[in-house]
Protein backbone atom coordinates (compact mmCIF):
# COMPACT_ATOMS: atom_id res chain seq x y z
CA UNK A 1 0.00 0.00 0.00
CA UNK A 2 0.98 3.65 -0.14
CA UNK A 3 1.83 6.27 2.04
CA UNK A 4 -1.98 6.78 2.48
CA UNK A 5 -2.69 3.12 3.69
CA UNK A 6 -3.14 1.92 7.03
CA UNK A 7 -1.18 1.75 9.77
CA UNK A 8 0.11 -1.79 10.85
CA UNK A 9 -0.57 -2.79 14.06
CA UNK A 10 -1.90 -5.71 14.75
CA UNK A 11 -1.12 -6.26 18.32
CA UNK A 12 -4.68 -5.69 19.44
CA UNK A 13 -7.83 -7.20 18.59
CA UNK A 14 -9.72 -4.12 19.27
CA UNK A 15 -6.94 -1.74 18.18
CA UNK A 16 -8.85 1.72 17.59
CA UNK A 17 -8.60 3.24 14.02
CA UNK A 18 -6.23 5.50 13.28
CA UNK A 19 -6.37 8.69 11.06
CA UNK A 20 -4.39 6.89 8.48
CA UNK A 21 -7.08 3.88 8.49
CA UNK A 22 -9.80 6.11 8.02
CA UNK A 23 -8.57 7.83 5.38
CA UNK A 24 -7.77 4.53 3.81
CA UNK A 25 -11.52 3.12 4.62
CA UNK A 26 -13.36 6.11 2.90
CA UNK A 27 -11.01 6.10 -0.33
CA UNK A 28 -10.74 2.71 -1.12
CA UNK A 29 -13.78 0.19 0.35
CA UNK A 30 -16.70 2.88 1.78
CA UNK A 31 -19.18 2.05 -0.77
CA UNK A 32 -20.54 5.88 -0.65
CA UNK A 33 -22.58 5.02 -4.37
CA UNK A 34 -24.91 3.01 -2.27
CA UNK A 35 -25.64 4.72 0.49
CA UNK A 36 -26.22 7.74 -1.99
CA UNK A 37 -28.71 5.53 -3.76
CA UNK A 38 -30.29 4.34 -0.74
CA UNK A 39 -31.05 8.39 0.75
CA UNK A 40 -32.28 9.28 -2.46
CA UNK A 41 -34.32 6.35 -3.46
CA UNK A 42 -33.29 7.26 -7.28
CA UNK A 43 -29.72 6.98 -9.22
CA UNK A 44 -30.18 10.58 -10.28
CA UNK A 45 -29.90 13.38 -7.60
CA UNK A 46 -33.22 14.71 -6.72
CA UNK A 47 -34.50 16.40 -3.36
CA UNK A 48 -34.24 13.54 -1.28
CA UNK A 49 -30.78 13.99 -0.90
CA UNK A 50 -29.54 17.41 -2.22
CA UNK A 51 -31.60 18.48 1.08
CA UNK A 52 -29.95 15.67 3.30
CA UNK A 53 -28.29 16.54 6.55
CA UNK A 54 -24.95 14.98 7.12
CA UNK A 55 -23.19 15.56 10.25
CA UNK A 56 -19.91 14.46 10.60
CA UNK A 57 -17.88 13.67 14.54
CA UNK A 58 -14.54 14.08 14.79
CA UNK A 59 -12.21 12.44 17.69
CA UNK A 60 -11.40 15.84 18.71
CA UNK A 61 -15.07 15.70 19.68
CA UNK A 62 -15.81 18.65 17.14
CA UNK A 63 -19.26 17.70 15.21
CA UNK A 64 -20.09 19.59 12.18
CA UNK A 65 -23.79 19.67 11.29
CA UNK A 66 -26.11 20.49 8.35
CA UNK A 67 -23.73 19.47 5.21
CA UNK A 68 -24.87 18.56 2.47
CA UNK A 69 -24.28 17.02 -1.33
CA UNK A 70 -25.78 17.65 -4.71
CA UNK A 71 -23.76 14.35 -6.07
CA UNK A 72 -22.11 11.04 -5.22
CA UNK A 73 -18.99 12.62 -6.28
CA UNK A 74 -18.82 15.27 -3.85
CA UNK A 75 -20.57 13.43 -0.89
CA UNK A 76 -17.26 11.05 -1.17
CA UNK A 77 -14.94 14.14 -1.88
CA UNK A 78 -16.17 15.46 1.56
CA UNK A 79 -16.24 12.60 3.41
CA UNK A 80 -12.85 11.93 2.12
CA UNK A 81 -11.32 15.28 2.85
CA UNK A 82 -12.91 15.73 6.23
CA UNK A 83 -12.13 12.03 7.32
CA UNK A 84 -14.37 11.97 10.03
CA UNK A 85 -14.68 9.18 12.68
CA UNK A 86 -18.43 8.27 11.66
CA UNK A 87 -20.65 10.35 9.65
CA UNK A 88 -24.76 10.70 10.95
CA UNK A 89 -27.96 11.44 8.34
CA UNK A 90 -30.66 13.32 9.48
CA UNK A 91 -34.06 14.56 7.67
CA UNK A 92 -34.48 16.11 4.40
CA UNK A 93 -35.22 19.60 4.89
CA UNK A 94 -37.21 22.02 2.26
CA UNK A 95 -34.58 23.71 1.78
CA UNK A 96 -30.24 22.43 1.56
CA UNK A 97 -28.97 22.59 5.31
CA UNK A 98 -25.59 23.54 3.86
CA UNK A 99 -27.74 27.24 2.80
CA UNK A 100 -28.80 27.34 6.50
CA UNK A 101 -26.73 30.42 7.49
CA UNK A 102 -28.42 32.45 4.41
CA UNK A 103 -31.80 31.48 5.35
CA UNK A 104 -34.43 32.73 7.58
CA UNK A 105 -35.00 29.58 10.37
CA UNK A 106 -39.00 29.69 9.38
CA UNK A 107 -37.38 28.47 5.60
CA UNK A 108 -35.70 25.02 6.82
CA UNK A 109 -38.07 22.70 7.35
CA UNK A 110 -37.51 18.92 7.97
CA UNK A 111 -40.03 17.46 5.41
CA UNK A 112 -39.10 13.29 5.88
CA UNK A 113 -36.74 10.72 6.90
CA UNK A 114 -36.39 7.03 7.40
CA UNK A 115 -38.74 6.14 10.42
CA UNK A 116 -35.45 4.60 12.86
CA UNK A 117 -35.18 2.16 15.94
CA UNK A 118 -32.36 1.72 17.70
CA UNK A 119 -31.98 -1.02 20.18
CA UNK A 120 -29.39 -1.32 22.73
CA UNK A 121 -27.88 -4.53 24.87
CA UNK A 122 -27.45 -1.92 27.92
CA UNK A 123 -30.69 -1.97 28.55
CA UNK A 124 -30.72 -5.29 28.81
CA UNK A 125 -27.98 -5.53 31.69
CA UNK A 126 -30.27 -6.04 34.34
CA UNK A 127 -30.89 -10.00 33.29
CA UNK A 128 -27.36 -10.55 31.60
CA UNK A 129 -24.71 -11.94 33.32
CA UNK A 130 -22.75 -13.47 30.78
CA UNK A 131 -21.00 -10.30 29.70
CA UNK A 132 -21.02 -6.44 31.02
CA UNK A 133 -20.44 -3.41 30.14
CA UNK A 134 -19.32 -2.88 26.46
CA UNK A 135 -18.89 -6.42 26.26
CA UNK A 136 -20.83 -8.81 23.99
CA UNK A 137 -21.37 -12.64 23.33
CA UNK A 138 -23.44 -15.09 21.27
CA UNK A 139 -25.46 -15.50 24.32
CA UNK A 140 -26.73 -12.00 25.03
CA UNK A 141 -26.94 -11.26 21.28
CA UNK A 142 -29.99 -12.78 21.27
CA UNK A 143 -31.61 -10.37 23.42
CA UNK A 144 -30.66 -8.42 20.07
CA UNK A 145 -31.76 -11.22 17.37
CA UNK A 146 -35.48 -11.65 19.33
CA UNK A 147 -36.07 -8.03 19.25
CA UNK A 148 -35.39 -7.29 15.79
CA UNK A 149 -37.38 -10.41 14.91
CA UNK A 150 -40.86 -9.17 17.27
CA UNK A 151 -39.92 -5.46 15.67
CA UNK A 152 -39.81 -6.94 12.00
CA UNK A 153 -43.42 -8.61 13.04
CA UNK A 154 -44.62 -5.72 14.42
CA UNK A 155 -43.50 -3.45 11.09
CA UNK A 156 -44.73 -6.12 8.51
CA UNK A 157 -48.12 -7.23 9.73
CA UNK A 158 -49.33 -3.85 11.75
CA UNK A 159 -47.82 -1.42 9.79
CA UNK A 160 -47.75 -3.05 5.92
CA UNK A 161 -43.99 -1.78 6.08
CA UNK A 162 -41.29 -3.82 3.20
CA UNK A 163 -38.39 -1.83 3.09
CA UNK A 164 -36.56 -1.90 6.24
CA UNK A 165 -33.26 -3.28 6.89
CA UNK A 166 -31.20 -3.60 10.03
CA UNK A 167 -27.34 -1.99 10.38
CA UNK A 168 -25.22 -3.30 13.03
CA UNK A 169 -24.01 -0.46 15.79
CA UNK A 170 -20.82 -1.70 15.32
CA UNK A 171 -20.64 -3.01 18.92
CA UNK A 172 -23.95 -4.29 21.07
CA UNK A 173 -26.65 -2.65 19.18
CA UNK A 174 -28.62 -2.55 16.27
CA UNK A 175 -30.89 -0.10 13.91
CA UNK A 176 -33.57 -0.40 11.76
CA UNK A 177 -33.80 2.12 8.81
CA UNK A 178 -37.35 2.14 7.11
CA UNK A 179 -38.02 3.27 3.72
CA UNK A 180 -41.08 3.15 2.68
CA UNK A 181 -42.47 6.35 1.99
CA UNK A 182 -45.44 6.24 4.23
CA UNK A 183 -43.10 5.86 7.05
CA UNK A 184 -40.65 8.48 5.45
CA UNK A 185 -43.47 11.41 5.65
CA UNK A 186 -44.17 10.79 8.97
CA UNK A 187 -44.61 14.30 11.59
CA UNK A 188 -43.08 13.85 14.69
CA UNK A 189 -46.51 13.07 16.18
CA UNK A 190 -47.51 10.37 14.00
CA UNK A 191 -43.62 8.78 14.95
CA UNK A 192 -44.55 9.38 18.34
CA UNK A 193 -47.70 7.53 18.02
CA UNK A 194 -45.77 4.49 16.24
CA UNK A 195 -43.15 4.29 19.46
CA UNK A 196 -45.87 4.59 21.73
CA UNK A 197 -47.63 1.32 20.26
CA UNK A 198 -43.96 -0.40 19.62
CA UNK A 199 -42.31 0.71 22.84
CA UNK A 200 -44.04 -1.63 25.42
CA UNK A 201 -41.58 -1.58 27.97
CA UNK A 202 -40.98 2.16 28.84
CA UNK A 203 -40.32 1.53 32.64
CA UNK A 204 -36.86 0.16 32.72
CA UNK A 205 -37.10 -0.01 36.38
CA UNK A 206 -37.01 -3.80 37.35
CA UNK A 207 -37.71 -3.40 40.78
CA UNK A 208 -41.43 -2.52 39.68
CA UNK A 209 -44.22 -5.04 38.12
CA UNK A 210 -45.03 -4.61 34.56
CA UNK A 211 -48.94 -5.21 35.42
CA UNK A 212 -50.13 -5.02 31.63
CA UNK A 213 -53.85 -4.70 30.86
CA UNK A 214 -55.39 -7.48 30.10
CA UNK A 215 -56.61 -8.94 27.91
CA UNK A 216 -53.32 -8.63 26.03
CA UNK A 217 -53.77 -6.49 22.64
CA UNK A 218 -53.16 -8.86 19.65
CA UNK A 219 -49.81 -7.17 18.69
CA UNK A 220 -48.37 -7.95 22.70
CA UNK A 221 -50.41 -11.26 22.39
CA UNK A 222 -48.58 -12.60 19.32
CA UNK A 223 -45.16 -10.91 20.90
CA UNK A 224 -45.56 -13.09 24.08
CA UNK A 225 -45.95 -16.38 21.59
CA UNK A 226 -42.43 -15.11 19.85
CA UNK A 227 -40.88 -14.87 23.30
CA UNK A 228 -42.26 -17.49 25.32
CA UNK A 229 -40.36 -20.19 23.67
CA UNK A 230 -36.60 -18.62 24.25
CA UNK A 231 -37.39 -17.38 28.01
CA UNK A 232 -36.10 -20.68 29.64
CA UNK A 233 -33.26 -21.20 27.33
CA UNK A 234 -32.42 -18.06 27.73
CA UNK A 235 -33.26 -16.07 30.65
CA UNK A 236 -33.38 -19.24 33.31
CA UNK A 237 -30.59 -21.09 31.96
CA UNK A 238 -27.98 -19.25 29.83
CA UNK A 239 -28.24 -15.98 31.39
CA UNK A 240 -29.83 -17.27 35.27
CA UNK A 241 -29.95 -13.82 36.83
CA UNK A 242 -31.66 -14.48 39.61
CA UNK A 243 -29.27 -17.57 41.16
CA UNK A 244 -27.77 -14.51 42.81
CA UNK A 245 -30.43 -13.85 45.88
CA UNK A 246 -30.26 -10.15 46.02
CA UNK A 247 -30.78 -9.45 42.29
CA UNK A 248 -34.19 -12.17 42.63
CA UNK A 249 -35.42 -10.07 45.90
CA UNK A 250 -35.13 -6.83 43.91
CA UNK A 251 -36.08 -8.27 40.22
CA UNK A 252 -38.34 -11.01 40.47
CA UNK A 253 -40.34 -11.22 43.07
CA UNK A 254 -41.56 -7.40 42.48
CA UNK A 255 -42.95 -8.76 39.25
CA UNK A 256 -45.59 -10.90 41.65
CA UNK A 257 -48.93 -9.82 42.77
CA UNK A 258 -49.28 -11.07 46.09
CA UNK A 259 -47.67 -9.46 49.45
CA UNK A 260 -48.09 -12.83 50.99
CA UNK A 261 -46.39 -15.04 48.01
CA UNK A 262 -43.37 -12.42 48.03
CA UNK A 263 -42.74 -12.99 52.11
CA UNK A 264 -42.90 -16.39 51.70
CA UNK A 265 -40.33 -17.29 48.93
CA UNK A 266 -38.11 -14.07 50.84
CA UNK A 267 -37.82 -16.52 53.19
CA UNK A 268 -37.59 -19.73 51.46
CA UNK A 269 -35.13 -18.62 49.40
CA UNK A 270 -33.07 -17.16 52.55
CA UNK A 271 -33.12 -20.52 54.33
CA UNK A 272 -32.21 -22.35 50.75
CA UNK A 273 -29.60 -19.67 49.15
CA UNK A 274 -28.31 -19.71 45.85
CA UNK A 275 -31.10 -21.36 43.51
CA UNK A 276 -30.68 -21.40 40.85
CA UNK A 277 -33.09 -19.29 38.51
CA UNK A 278 -34.51 -22.40 36.85
CA UNK A 279 -35.49 -23.39 40.20
CA UNK A 280 -36.67 -20.39 41.49
CA UNK A 281 -39.27 -19.62 38.72
CA UNK A 282 -40.71 -23.39 40.03
CA UNK A 283 -40.49 -22.57 43.41
CA UNK A 284 -43.53 -19.51 42.67
CA UNK A 285 -45.81 -22.16 41.74
CA UNK A 286 -44.75 -24.41 44.43
CA UNK A 287 -44.85 -22.34 47.00
CA UNK A 288 -48.26 -20.20 45.70
CA UNK A 289 -50.25 -23.96 45.52
CA UNK A 290 -49.76 -23.92 49.54
CA UNK A 291 -50.98 -20.98 50.76
CA UNK A 292 -53.55 -20.17 48.48
CA UNK A 293 -57.08 -20.99 50.00
CA UNK A 294 -59.35 -23.39 47.78
CA UNK A 295 -62.23 -20.73 47.52
CA UNK A 296 -59.73 -18.26 45.76
CA UNK A 297 -57.70 -20.61 43.83
CA UNK A 298 -58.75 -20.30 40.12
CA UNK A 299 -58.42 -16.86 40.42
CA UNK A 300 -55.05 -16.38 41.82
CA UNK A 301 -53.70 -19.00 39.25
CA UNK A 302 -54.94 -16.72 37.00
CA UNK A 303 -53.27 -13.75 38.12
CA UNK A 304 -50.21 -15.71 38.83
CA UNK A 305 -49.58 -16.76 35.10
CA UNK A 306 -50.28 -12.86 34.40
CA UNK A 307 -47.42 -11.83 36.38
CA UNK A 308 -45.21 -14.19 34.64
CA UNK A 309 -46.26 -13.56 31.20
CA UNK A 310 -45.57 -9.89 31.86
CA UNK A 311 -42.26 -11.12 33.30
CA UNK A 312 -41.10 -12.93 29.81
CA UNK A 313 -42.37 -9.22 28.30
CA UNK A 314 -40.12 -7.02 30.61
CA UNK A 315 -36.75 -9.17 30.06
CA UNK A 316 -37.34 -10.15 26.69
CA UNK A 317 -39.65 -7.42 24.85
CA UNK A 318 -37.78 -5.37 22.36
CA UNK A 319 -36.17 -1.98 24.79
CA UNK A 320 -35.76 0.69 21.97
CA UNK A 321 -34.59 4.01 23.14
CA UNK A 322 -36.92 6.06 22.19
CA UNK A 323 -34.94 9.64 21.46
CA UNK A 324 -33.60 7.95 18.62
CA UNK A 325 -37.18 7.23 17.05
CA UNK A 326 -39.47 10.00 17.78
CA UNK A 327 -37.93 13.11 15.75
CA UNK A 328 -37.46 13.59 11.98
CA UNK A 329 -34.59 15.78 12.87
CA UNK A 330 -32.55 12.92 15.05
CA UNK A 331 -29.24 12.12 13.22
CA UNK A 332 -27.78 8.32 12.85
CA UNK A 333 -24.88 6.75 11.97
CA UNK A 334 -24.49 5.72 8.67
CA UNK A 335 -24.34 2.23 7.52
CA UNK A 336 -20.57 1.27 6.97
CA UNK A 337 -19.45 3.14 9.24
CA UNK A 338 -16.54 2.39 11.51
CA UNK A 339 -17.13 1.91 15.18
CA UNK A 340 -14.22 3.99 16.37
CA UNK A 341 -13.69 1.33 19.46
CA UNK A 342 -13.94 -1.83 18.56
CA UNK A 343 -12.69 -1.22 14.24
CA UNK A 344 -16.13 -2.92 13.16
CA UNK A 345 -17.97 -2.25 10.66
CA UNK A 346 -21.81 -1.22 10.93
CA UNK A 347 -22.81 -3.47 8.01
CA UNK A 348 -26.73 -5.38 7.53
CA UNK A 349 -27.72 -8.19 9.62
CA UNK A 350 -30.33 -10.45 9.63
CA UNK A 351 -31.82 -12.75 12.70
CA UNK A 352 -28.91 -15.20 12.22
CA UNK A 353 -26.34 -12.24 12.23
CA UNK A 354 -23.28 -12.77 15.30
CA UNK A 355 -21.24 -9.89 15.82
CA UNK A 356 -18.39 -11.87 15.47
CA UNK A 357 -19.47 -12.07 11.69
CA UNK A 358 -18.94 -8.43 11.35
CA UNK A 359 -15.54 -7.39 9.28
CA UNK A 360 -13.06 -5.04 11.71
CA UNK A 361 -11.37 -2.78 9.57
CA UNK A 362 -7.67 -3.64 10.41
CA UNK A 363 -8.76 -7.46 8.77
CA UNK A 364 -10.21 -5.40 5.77
CA UNK A 365 -6.93 -3.75 5.48
CA UNK A 366 -4.97 -7.15 5.14
CA UNK A 367 -7.11 -8.59 2.73
CA UNK A 368 -6.99 -5.98 0.38
CA UNK A 369 -3.40 -6.07 0.86
CA UNK A 370 -3.47 -9.54 -0.18
CA UNK A 371 -5.92 -9.43 -2.90
CA UNK A 372 -3.92 -5.96 -4.64
CA UNK A 373 -6.77 -3.26 -3.50
CA UNK A 374 -10.06 -5.62 -4.84
CA UNK A 375 -12.76 -4.92 -2.73
CA UNK A 376 -14.91 -7.45 -4.29
CA UNK A 377 -12.72 -10.56 -2.53
CA UNK A 378 -12.58 -8.97 0.75
CA UNK A 379 -15.26 -10.34 3.70
CA UNK A 380 -17.42 -6.49 3.06
CA UNK A 381 -18.52 -7.25 -0.41
CA UNK A 382 -20.69 -9.46 1.03
CA UNK A 383 -22.81 -7.00 2.93
CA UNK A 384 -22.21 -4.43 0.50
CA UNK A 385 -24.48 -6.81 -2.19
CA UNK A 386 -27.46 -6.95 0.38
CA UNK A 387 -27.50 -3.82 0.95
CA UNK A 388 -27.39 -2.89 -2.47
CA UNK A 389 -30.49 -5.28 -2.89
CA UNK A 390 -32.20 -3.40 -0.45
CA UNK A 391 -31.73 -0.49 -2.14
CA UNK A 392 -32.46 -1.88 -5.51
CA UNK A 393 -36.07 -2.92 -3.86
CA UNK A 394 -36.56 0.64 -2.31
CA UNK A 395 -36.04 2.41 -5.60
CA UNK A 396 -38.39 0.03 -7.41
CA UNK A 397 -41.00 0.69 -4.61
CA UNK A 398 -40.18 4.50 -4.74
CA UNK A 399 -40.90 4.15 -8.95
CA UNK A 400 -43.82 2.44 -8.28
CA UNK A 401 -45.15 4.58 -5.71
CA UNK A 402 -44.43 8.35 -7.51
CA UNK A 403 -46.41 7.10 -10.80
CA UNK A 404 -49.42 5.73 -8.88
CA UNK A 405 -49.28 9.76 -7.67
CA UNK A 406 -48.74 10.86 -10.85
CA UNK A 407 -51.52 9.41 -12.37
CA UNK A 408 -53.48 10.36 -9.88
CA UNK A 409 -52.97 13.36 -10.49
CA UNK A 410 -53.38 12.82 -14.45
CA UNK A 411 -49.88 12.73 -15.11
CA UNK A 412 -48.32 9.43 -16.34
CA UNK A 413 -44.81 10.27 -17.47
CA UNK A 414 -41.96 9.75 -15.03
CA UNK A 415 -38.73 11.38 -15.05
CA UNK A 416 -35.55 10.54 -12.62
Not at 5 to 20: M, R, V
Not at 258 to 280: F, V
Not at 371 to 391: A, E, R, W
Request: with cysteine; glycine share 4%.
Amino acid sequence: MDGSGPENNATSQFKTPSLSDMQYYYQHMFPFKVIFNWLNHSPKAGRDIINREFAMAFRSGAYKRYNSFTSVQEFKAAIEKANPDRFEIGATYSKAPRERDSLLKTEMKPLEKELVFDIDMDDYDTFRTCCSGAQVCEKCWKFITLAMRVVNTTLKEDFAYEDFIWVFSGRRGAHCWVSDRRARILNDLQRRNVLDYVNVVRDRNADKRLSLKRPYHPHLARSLELLKPHFANIILEEQNPWQDDNRAFETLLPSLHDKNLIEALMRYWTENPGRSSQDKWNDIDLVASKDVKINRKQDYILRLRECKADLIIATLYPKLDIEVTKQTIHLLKSPFCIHPSTGKVCVPIDADFSPDQAPRLMDLQKEMEDNGNNINKTSLQPFIDVFQDHVNKVMKHEMGTTKRERAEEGDTSLEF
